[in-house]
């Protein structure tokens, strides 16, 4: 064991051979349900997307929607919201017959949605964001009117902010409270949460859930749709799973387990859950390193330090949003360009002064964001995959179409990409698909370096296991991975070392018996030494 401080002192329904609780029945109670969702049925060309789901709702309950990508979550709120329009079943509002005909319809009969990526204008004020499309005062402005009612509308969420100022001005997590506060301010009785923490801090959540459960107490009915197990557990009252398009069942939260949910959610038995992938922490001679990193750092972004990675070793890089980790993965890949410091492969120095000179150095970069900085949405599954082999060739050389095919063919089949056709349009897939196809791009390329920045957010928890299984597999055909995780835990199982990152620094490294999410959240709080 070793720590060593850098810097400061500070498949069917059923799930056999396990005793599962059965989906709950509707409560003996006279009060009608805020929605009911029954028989509901959407097609697309080829694909039925939802299968006769029932989804109901309350009032004044918090209700986790959850399923891997592609089990029907995002399709259901889309005909819930009037986006698609349904193929069969029927919804009732508040017990009576409804359908909605567009979002905006849905807004006037009190179901809003807060998307995951805001759906407001940055560039505009925080108060005119919240009266968009109905100020008051008609042809003139009431601007008074506009920033009174904006506060009061915050106030409601326990915010007090400058709502004269711009939108962009404010971190995410005050972004998503003012379209929280803009959705509630169109009197509405259902609020839809699709993905809320997936960008926030651990504090920024906790505020987000004391406003969840306010909310609640008023008697609005919140659907909670997310990828984070520990906050479903944590906020919600009960949780409705989908599979392949079907319901799964109605669960009361405090009657599940997370391995039994996981199952549910899988159609698994809990005992294949239970051998998580994971990587051995014994002590072992070290290889010579593939990459060495001396004294790099960026002005403003990272302070000077050093990395080193053998191949066949994961790196972890951990610390709290903001800490670096992403800064530094961008330094090393040549995203952006240091400051200071220098880079060895094999023991030669290289300029890796962009991406272009990464992969000309065999290095590969998974970034967080996969639909602004990875996917290129309207190319096809195949054009995407290779995309990073034919930059390094050049575009003089360009890959022939049959190599084309049988790189796209060998990858889906090797990732198992859900994918109806190497032809489809890779904004069609589900998040963990098009996350497969980012790593087949990189896999295509035969990087001897991957870096990987949040490999596994925002992706249902099938997919998270099987890209786990890949790093590790990665891993023994001798790769060396650079790996960035919020979840400490996925830190812990995957990495042969750890570096802690705080306030931009490298402050620690850990090794052997010590890489534990303990181990890592003590480096993390200052408590290692």
Not at 499 to 512: H, P, Y
Request: hydrophobic share 40%.
């Amino acid at each position: 064991m070793s720590i060593t401080i850098h810097a400061r002192a500070t498949k069917s329904t059923a799930t056999e051979g396990f005793a599962m609780p059965e989906p709950v029945s509707e409560p003996q109670q006279s009060a009608v349900p805020l929605l009911s969702m029954r028989g509901t049925r959407k097609q697309f060309p080829g694909v039925l997307a939802l299968d006769g789901v029932d989804f109901t709702l309350r009032a004044g309950e918090i209700h986790a929607l959850m399923g891997e990508n592609g089990a029907g979550k995002s399709t259901l709120i889309k005909v819930l919201t009037g986006v698609y329009p349904k193929d069969g079943g029927e919804a009732l509002l508040e017990g009576r017959l409804w359908e909605a005909k567009s979002p905006g319809h849905a807004q006037q009969c009190g179901v809003s949605t807060v998307y995951q990526e805001v759906n407001l204008i940055p560039t505009l004020s925080v108060a005119e964001n919240i009266f968009l499309g109905r100020q008051p005062g008609g042809a003139r402005i009431n601007w008074r009117a506009i920033k009174k009612g904006a506060e009061a509308a915050l106030a409601r969420l326990n915010l007090s902010i400058d709502v004269s100022r711009t939108l962009s001005s404010y971190s995410i997590a005050i972004r998503q409270m003012v379209a929280i506060a803009r959705a509630l301010d169109i009197q509405a009785k259902i609020l839809i949460l699709d993905e809320p923490t997936s960008s926030l801090d651990a504090d920024e959540v906790a505020r987000l859930f004391s406003v969840m459960r306010r909310l609640k107490d008023e008697g609005l009915g919140i659907i909670f749709v997310t990828h984070f197990l520990n906050q479903v557990f944590e906020v919600t009252d009960r949780i409705t799973v989908l599979r392949n398009g079907r319901l799964v069942g109605e669960y009361e939260t405090a009657a599940l387990t997370r391995l039994e949910l996981v199952a549910r959610m899988l159609g698994k038995e809990v005992k294949d859950l239970e051998d998580a992938p994971r990587v051995q922490h014994a002590e072992e001679v070290r290889k010579e390193p593939m990459l060495r990193a001396h004294g790099v750092g960026r002005r403003n972004a990272v302070a000077p330090l050093d990395l080193e990675l053998a191949p066949g070793e994961v790196m972890g890089l951990a610390g709290l949003l903001g800490s670096g980790r992403t800064e530094t993965a961008r330094l090393i890949f040549g995203a952006d360009r240091l400051d200071c410091g220098a880079i060895e492969i094999d023991g030669k120095p290289v300029a890796i002064s962009s991406p272009r000179k990464a992969i000309d150095n065999r290095l590969g970069f998974c970034p967080e964001d996969r639909k602004t900085e990875a996917i290129i949405p309207d190319l096809t599954v195949r054009e995407n995959i290779i995309l990073a082999l034919q930059a390094g060739r050049g575009w003089r050389k360009r890959l022939s179409r049959k190599k084309q095919d049988e790189l796209a063919d060998h990858y889906i089949k090797a990732l198992s990409i859900a994918t109806p056709s190497p032809e489809q349009a890779v904004k069609n897939l589900s998040g963990g698909n098009q996350q497969k196809c980012i790593l087949a791009r990189w896999l295509a390329s035969n990087p001897r370096l991957l870096i990987l920045d949040e490999p596994t957010r925002g992706i249902d928890v099938g997919s998270r296991a099987e890209i786990e299984r890949l790093i590790l597999k990665l891993c023994d055909d001798g790769m060396a991975i650079l790996m960035v995780s919020s979840e400490l835990e996925e830190l812990a199982r995957l990495s042969h070392r750890v570096a802690v990152m705080r306030d931009r620094e490298k402050i620690a490294e850990l090794s052997g018996d010590a890489v534990t999410e303990n181990g890592i959240m003590q480096a993390i709080g200052g408590a290692a030494s």
